[in-house]
Nanobody, 124 residues
Framework: QVQLVESGGGLVQAGGSLRLSCAAS????????MAWFRQAPGKEREFVATISRSGLNKSYADSVKGRFTISRDNAKNTVYLQMNSLKPEDTAVYYC?????????????????WGQGTQVTVSS
């Protein structure tokens, strides 16, 4: 099981951009499907984006499609989330998650490895 550590969160004005990173330990990162989820105050955690082991297949929540881009660098054991045109409703703790079976998906129950989260706050 990989250990995941997110970074890159912070405070940004609406319309701005942030890039989140998730660094994974271990030599099996390339076999994991990876995803980003987020949890806003008082709400349940929700799916944001997922990426296949090779990085060729990606899927996004409708709320972020066209604004966020998920990518990965298997040589660096890192997955990224580029967030553009941020809105106040994007404010949340963002979590990186890994599925060692390599299948991925939109349900958080599919992922057994989780980071500690990084706070993203978008001011209006």
């Amino acid at each position: 099981q990989v250990q995941l550590v997110e970074s890159g969160g912070g405070l940004v004005q609406a319309g701005g951009s942030l890039r989140l990173s998730c660094a994974a330990s271990g030599r099996t990162f390339s076999t994991y499907a990876m995803a980003w989820f987020r949890q806003a105050p008082g709400k349940e955690r929700e799916f944001v984006a997922t990426i296949s082991r090779s990085g060729l297949n990606k899927s996004y929540a409708d709320s972020v499609k066209g604004r966020f881009t998920i990518s990965r660098d298997n040589a660096k054991n890192t997955v990224y989330l580029q967030m553009n045109s941020l809105k106040p409703e994007d404010t949340a703790v963002y979590y990186c998650a890994g599925d060692r079976r390599g299948l991925g998906g939109r349900l958080e129950t599919l992922y057994e490895s989780w980071g500690q989260g990084t706070q993203v706050t978008v001011s209006s």
